[in-house]
């Protein structure tokens, strides 16, 4: 809840703020979403060398283990044709809350995406539901505010929307860690921290139009990485 309350707050004092920014600065703004975005990617790829998750591979496993998450993730959500619902459900919370912005959709999907990736929405609300904390969510909750501020001037009331897959993905974790204790061992942590990287750098070249990756179909990366570490620690 503190995450979706930050989430909102930022996305209106985005707006407020966003009314008296040009369309170069709301560009900019995007920019540098976009450039921070990549050094979080590398902040997250930088666990690809961790000592832990290196010497309990086989040579050269950890980058195969990313690889494999992503080719088998990337082909089941494309199956799933993920990014088109991402961009439907955009689509129908525009027209059910019309305001009139042509970036509406861009906004709820490149927030949402970018809100959800990364080991604080998981590892928070595992923690939140083990009753060890909520440190990591409140830190998350911080940067997602910083963060929607600067979404909501760029792109618009679409951001405050997702709110929603942020409550469903962090609850749904949260549900996970009450239920079952701690889930992931350490190196299936790096296994999805890394590919949470991976996912980052797409939708850092997305922001920088650079690049248009289709960030919604790797989604299942994220939960095949863990599995896929689990098995290669076997040879």
């Given at each position: 809840m503190i995450n979706v309350i930050a989430i909102l707050i930022g996305t209106v004092t985005g707006k407020i703020a966003?009314?008296?920014f040009t369309e170069r600065t709301r560009n900019l703004l995007t920019d540098i979403l976009g450039i921070i975005t990549l050094i979080s990617a590398a902040s997250a790829l930088i666990s690809l060398w961790d000592s832990e998750f290196v010497s309990i591979l086989p040579t050269g496993g950890p980058i195969l283990v990313i690889l494999?998450?992503?080719i088998l993730g990337g082909l089941l959500g494309s199956f799933l044709n993920l990014e088109m619902r991402l961009e439907n459900l955009g689509s129908?919370?525009?027209?059910?809350?019309?305001?009139?912005?042509s970036s509406f959709v861009e906004g709820f999907v490149t927030a949402s995406l970018l809100f959800v990736i990364g080991p604080l929405a998981i590892l928070g609300s595992i923690s939140?539901?083990?009753s060890t904390g909520v440190e990591q969510l409140l830190l998350k909750s911080t940067l997602d505010f910083f963060a929607s501020i600067a979404f909501a001037a760029a792109l618009g009331w679409g951001?405050?929307?997702s709110a929603i897959p942020v409550a469903l993905y962090q609850g749904l974790w949260t549900l996970v860690g009450l239920a079952l204790?701690?889930?992931?061992?350490d190196y299936q942590v790096v296994a999805m921290t890394a590919t949470g990287g991976v996912l980052l750098i797409g939708i850092g070249l997305k922001l920088l139009r650079i690049k248009d990756i289709a960030i919604g179909n790797l989604l299942p990366a994220l939960a095949l990485a863990p599995i896929i570490a689990a098995v290669a620690v076997q040879f």
């Open positions: 966003g009314k008296r494999a998450a992503l129908s919370l525009k027209r059910r809350f019309d305001t009139g912005e939140d539901g083990m951001v405050a929307f204790g701690s889930v992931l061992l």
